[in-house]
């Protein structure tokens, strides 16, 4: 599972309020990633981080604010929750070998 | 951005039959094209990638092919098993590190 860990794994949560996902790593990979699945889009790329303190835009980033202040954690926050935000929420880092990507086991956010 | 389509969103096949899934995508500079499986619950895992230099390969039951005149590459399940019942995701990537998905299809073997 490449030492990645993902948490909480479940959160229910009311519109409004503010979220963070949390995303952690064993190996110092530099590249870590945040992904939302969604039925119907398969996976999309929030945002993205290539070292400590050094982050960027993915595809559906509005919403979204990420902070990396240490190698192993990645931290994704809604600053106020709305309900398209509703989603099964995954972390990956990217491998040094073959640079293949592996993810976390996801968090699943459900927002009233 | 990159855009990738994927077909069919949806796929029966009796066991021990052949799967084939496609995808298409539009950016030419793309060179890193990868697929992944998720079973129900699980994380996504690569199964299978192939870079713009090469135009197949293989990996026991599994190979991926690409064509890159058309923008299309595809990947081929052979004597398909139950445990391949999963939902497939290709991707597509020019700098190996943003990935952009398409929308998955899920695979069903018929026993």
């Known amino acids: 599972d490449a030492g990645i860990t993902q948490s909480p794994r479940h959160k229910v949560t009311e519109t409004g309020t503010p979220v963070t996902l949390r995303c952690h790593q064993t190996e110092n990979h530099r590249y870590m990633y945040w992904y939302r699945q969604d039925p119907g889009h398969g996976l999309r790329l929030i945002h993205y981080s290539y070292g400590v303190k050094d982050t960027d835009k993915g595809e559906v980033s509005d919403g979204y604010s990420v902070s990396r202040s240490k190698t192993e954690d990645f931290l994704l926050t809604l600053e106020s929750a709305t309900s398209s935000q509703t989603s099964v929420y995954f972390c990956?880092?990217?491998?040094?070998?073959?640079?293949?990507?592996?993810f976390g086991p996801g968090t699943r956010l459900t927002v009233l | 951005g990159e855009n990738v389509e994927q077909h069919p969103s949806t796929l029966s096949v009796q066991e021990g039959d052949s799967a084939v899934i496609k995808c298409t995508y539009s950016?030419?500079?793309?060179?890193?094209f990868p697929w992944y499986k998720q079973e129900l619950g699980k994380r996504p895992q690569l199964i299978i990638d192939i870079r713009s230099n090469v135009g197949e390969k293989k990996d026991q039951r599994i190979a991926v092919t690409l064509n890159k005149t058309a923008k299309h590459f595809s990947l081929h399940i052979t004597e398909t098993q139950p445990e391949d019942s999963a939902v497939y995701f290709c991707a597509a990537s020019k700098d190996d590190y943003k990935l952009s998905f398409g929308a998955g299809t899920t695979v069903t073997v018929r026993a």
């Open positions: 990956a880092i990217q491998g040094t070998e073959n640079n293949e990507q592996f």
């Open positions: 950016d030419s500079a793309s060179n890193y």
